[in-house]
Structures are given as structure tokens and as C-alpha cells.
């Protein structure tokens, strides 16, 4: 059964960085395409940032220089580390995980980040 679970979620202040950090159970990340979306308020869910089974990683222009995707197969965790904090980057941040040829793709609960002084 897959499972993702996020932490490290809170209140920054601009400039400041956190690091996401989200557990994944019941996956294998050399057949699974992991990553980040975020959603504020009425707004769309977005992509923030991903990496592909090859370890191939992608980032939205918004955050790209800032955030980086990593993961950790041991510890089947997947972090998100965000630098240089702005208030537009305040969302309820979800992990994202879908096998290769598979049309599931699984979700967390979310985690959220509120950048404000």
C-alpha cells in the first residue's frame, strides 16, 4: 500500500528556508516518478518540482534556483529544500508519487508554508 506522508511544514520568514520532507512507503523510487506540487489559496495546484525514476529533475521557472528535489532511497524519503523564502510561496505543499505506465498517482495529506515577517 502506498503512503506518503509530509513534514517540515511552518512559518518562515522571508529570505528564509525550511526543508520539506516526505516519507514514502511502498514504493521504489528507480520505478517511480516522485515530487512537489503546492496549491495557495484560490489558486490551482502547480508543480514546484519532480524527479523522474532516472533521477532526471524538473522545477517550475517560480522557484527554479531556490528549491531542490532530492531523495534518499534508504530512508524511502523524498525532500524538498527551499531557500530564499518569498511570500509567494506560501501554499499547502503536497508529495506526489506515480510508478512508471501507471494513470494512479497518489497524493499526501500536505504541509503547510507560510512565509510572511
Known amino acids: 500500500q502506498v503512503q506518503l506522508v509530509e513534514s517540515g511544514g511552518g512559518l518562515v520568514q522571508p529570505g528564509g528556508s525550511l526543508r520539506l520532507s516526505c516519507a514514502a512507503s511502498?514504493?521504489?523510487?528507480?520505478?517511480?516518478?516522485t515530487g512537489w506540487y503546492r496549491q495557495a489559496p484560490g489558486k490551482q495546484r502547480e508543480l514546484v518540482a519532480v524527479?523522474?525514476?532516472?533521477?532526471?529533475?524538473n522545477y517550475a521557472r517560480s522557484v527554479k534556483g531556490r528549491f531542490t528535489i532530492s531523495r534518499d532511497g534508504a530512508k524511502k524519503t523524498v525532500y524538498l529544500q527551499m531557500n530564499s523564502l518569498k511570500p509567494e510561496d506560501t501554499a499547502l505543499y503536497y508529495c506526489?508519487?506515480?510508478?512508471?505506465?501507471?494513470?494512479?498517482?497518489?497524493w499526501g495529506q500536505g504541509t503547510q508554508v507560510t512565509v510572511s515577517s
Open positions: 511502498g514504493i521504489i523510487f528507480s520505478i517511480w516518478n
Open positions: 506526489y508519487a506515480q510508478r512508471l505506465q501507471s494513470p494512479i498517482d497518489y
Open positions: 524527479m523522474s525514476h532516472s533521477d532526471s529533475t
